[in-house]
Nanobody, 122 residues
């Protein structure tokens, strides 16, 4: 069983910063891609940023230049540094771990965190 635990959400004023963290635990042998998605009220879940095990990153156009994703493979943890936050960034942010290989039977699955709320408001 794999669990993803997110932290770091909260209320911040426009222009402020937050750092999200997501730690994966369980019988994990490797994780291919880790990422962050978000879902605003009344909208579909959308990709924010992803990072591969090798460090290749991908960002939504709306966050390029403001958000930075990184990961620590040894800790199975992914981070999202969010700067210059805007009210449109308000959403529940979900951590994702894709193509997670778990032992001892080498199952491969995708996992989601429970979500952490980010509110950008004055």
């Amino acid at each position: 069983q794999v669990q993803l635990v997110e932290s770091g959400g909260g209320l911040v004023q426009p222009g402020g910063s937050l750092r999200l963290s997501c730690a994966a635990s369980g019988s994990i042998l490797s994780i291919n891609t880790m990422g962050w998605y978000r879902q605003a009220p009344g909208k579909q879940r959308e990709l924010v940023a992803t990072v591969t095990r090798g460090g290749d990153t991908n960002y939504a156009d709306s966050v390029k230049g403001r958000f930075t994703i990184s990961r620590d493979n040894a800790k199975n943890t992914v981070y999202l540094q969010m700067n210059s936050l805007k009210p449109d960034d308000t959403a529940v942010y979900y951590c994702n771990a894709d193509r997670v290989v778990t032992g001892p039977l080498l199952y491969i699955n995708t996992y989601w965190g429970q979500g952490t709320r980010v509110t950008v408001s004055s």
